[in-house]
Nanobody, 120 residues
Framework: QVQLVESGGGLVQPGGSLRLSCAAS????????MGWYRQAPGKQRELVAS???????NYADSVKGRFTISADNAKNTVYLQMNSLKPEDTAVYYC??????????????WGQGTQVTVSS
C-alpha cells in the first residue's frame, strides 16, 4: 500500500500563489507517477497535472502557464506550484499516485485532500 500526505493548502487572494506538497510512503516501488486532482463544490473531480518519474508532465488546459508540477524522486514527493490563482481554482486538491505506461496515467492511490480557497 502507498500512503500519501498532502500539505500546503490555505486561503489566498486572487493573483496570489500557493505551493502544495505530497509525500508518498510505503510501497513506493509500485508507483512511477504522481499527480494532482481537484474537486470544487458541485463539480466532478478533475485532473490538474501529472508527472512521471521520467519527468513527463501534462496539465489541464485551465492551469497551463500558471501551475507547475515537479517531483523529487529521492524523497518520493511531488509539488504543485500554483501562481496567478483565480477564484475558480478554489477546490479540494487531491494528491494521486500510480503508474505511467506509454501515454497513460493510471492512479490507484489517493491522499485525503487539502483545501485551496482563492478569495479576496
Amino acid at each position: 500500500q502507498v500512503q500519501l500526505v498532502e500539505s500546503g493548502g490555505g486561503l489566498v487572494q486572487p493573483g496570489g500563489s500557493l505551493r502544495l506538497s505530497c509525500a508518498a510512503s510505503g510501497r513506493t516501488s509500485d508507483i512511477n507517477a504522481m499527480g494532482w486532482y481537484r474537486q470544487a463544490p458541485g463539480k466532478q473531480r478533475e485532473l490538474v497535472a501529472s508527472i512521471s518519474s521520467g519527468g513527463s508532465t501534462n496539465y489541464a488546459d485551465s492551469v497551463k502557464g500558471r501551475f507547475t508540477i515537479s517531483a523529487d524522486n529521492a524523497k518520493n514527493t511531488v509539488y504543485l506550484q500554483m501562481n496567478s490563482l483565480k477564484p475558480e481554482d478554489t477546490a479540494v486538491y487531491y494528491c494521486a499516485a500510480g503508474r505511467f505506461i506509454a501515454t497513460t496515467y493510471t492512479y490507484n492511490h489517493w491522499g485525503q485532500g487539502t483545501q485551496v480557497t482563492v478569495s479576496s
